[in-house]
């Protein structure tokens, strides 16, 4: 009898591991994502039952072949047991749906990946949203596991709401409590960023900035530079300096791309103050310029009226970039026939033709400059 009682509890636990072999590493909001493949599917993480199989067993647990299949390689459809093609997210998720309510099972993890590449509307969304909510509650009630998805399959379904343009549900993957399960990060609030500087949306941004505070997300320099890209094409110096003042109270070290919009934009609004303490910045992070730094502080140098300065440090740049001339020609043409007319509308009115008239005689003195120690820029003023 007792061989008996112990062959049968022995079977309660295989089978009860069995369910917890079907979950992929996105299943654990804290697996690894680039490192050796063996450690992906150390059973141990998973749950305590599997890791009581395998200690019983080798050391050297062999991996189940549905484990092994790496979650980048997405597939574009899911396909069940009987080899059936699903091509729809409403099908998937009907599938996914009776396996957890009617089989008392995990779904096949391709049939998540679909599910997510598969989402073409809002209505897609929902469906989506809805099984996670299912399957987080599946887990918990039925396996207790309380660790959320990983962030890497949380990055996709933001890029999935951002795809169908399901923007409400995209912010919620940004939020630590939520019922779906969702593990929020940075990287998927940048995909909401990069959002909303491609469709230039300041509401957008600031929703998305506050989110990140919030939800306790921690800033990054990425962060910054898309924040400051977005507030210099809207040509909103306020909005920049309120973001740059909270970046900076932040502790956030800017990339060489962020000081370079920084820069742009103090001299595209002849702002020498601010201009200045964002060169003194740069050169404490680094001493190289780029081509936007440089000139910008050959523009800062013309709004002082020291144009032979400012040849100076553009001839320097013209020898560090030499090759990229046509970058140094775009920039020199850029100065010339349109920075003038965007520093001016920031002057007062009364004085606004005298210091045009101003500006471009230092233009013209910094290019004879240039010419004569063999930079060749052939601009007409």
């Known amino acids: 009898m007792q061989v008996v009682s112990s062959a049968r509890r022995l079977s309660n636990i295989l089978q009860s591991s069995s369910i917890f072999l079907q979950f992929d590493r996105f299943l654990v909001s804290n697996f690894p994502v680039n490192e050796d493949r063996r450690a992906f599917y150390q059973w141990r993480t998973i749950s305590g039952i599997a890791q009581q199989c395998c200690s019983s067993m080798t050391q050297d647990c062999s991996i189940p072949m549905y484990l092994s299949m790496p ?10 047991a009987e080899g059936t093609a699903i091509a729809t997210a409403k099908e998937i998720h009907d599938k996914m749906l009776e396996s957890v309510e009617v089989k008392r099972s995990m779904p096949p993890n391709a049939w998540m990946w679909s599910l997510i590449e598969n989402c073409k509307t809002y209505e897609d969304i929902q469906l989506l949203f809805g099984i996670l909510k299912r399957l987080r509650i599946f887990r918990l009630s039925n396996l207790r596991i309380h ?6 399959l949380c990055q996709e379904i933001t890029k999935a709401c951002i795809r169908a343009g399901a923007l409400q549900f995209g912010k919620k ?22 959002y909303a500087e491609e469709h230039n949306d300041l509401k957008l941004m600031a929703e998305v900035v506050a989110l990140i505070r919030r939800n306790k997300l921690p800033l990054q320099p990425g962060t910054a530079d898309i924040v400051f ?19 900076s109270k932040a502790g956030i070290k800017f990339r060489r791309t962020s000081f370079e919009t920084l820069m742009r934009f103090a001299s595209k609004i002849g702002d020498v103050d601010y201009l200045w303490k964002f ?13 936007g730094t440089a000139f910008s502080r050959a523009k800062g140098l013309l709004l002082e009226r020291k144009p032979e300065e400012a040849a100076a440090v553009l001839h320097e740049i013209y020898q560090a970039f030499s090759d990229s001339k046509s970058g140094f020609m775009t920039e020199i043409q850029q100065m010339v026939n349109e920075w003038p007319a965007q520093v001016r509308k920031h002057q007062k009115e009364a004085h606004q033709e005298e210091f045009d008239a101003d500006l471009k005689s230092y233009i013209s003195t910094m290019l004879s400059n240039l010419q004569n120690v063999g930079v060749e820029v052939n601009v007409n003023i």
């Open 147 to 152: 660790d959320n998805y990983n962030s890497h």
């Open 71 to 80: 979650n980048a390689s997405f597939s574009s459809e899911a396909y069940v």
């Open 229 to 247: 890209r977005i507030c210099y094409n809207a040509d909103d110096w306020e909005l920049l300096s309120k973001y740059f003042k909270k970046f």
């Open 173 to 194: 993957t940004l939020w630590i409590h939520n019922v779906n399960g969702l593990t929020p990060s940075v990287a998927s609030a940048h995909h909401l960023l990069a």
């Open 279 to 291: 060169d003194r910045m740069r050169s404490e992070a680094t001493k190289q310029h780029t081509l």
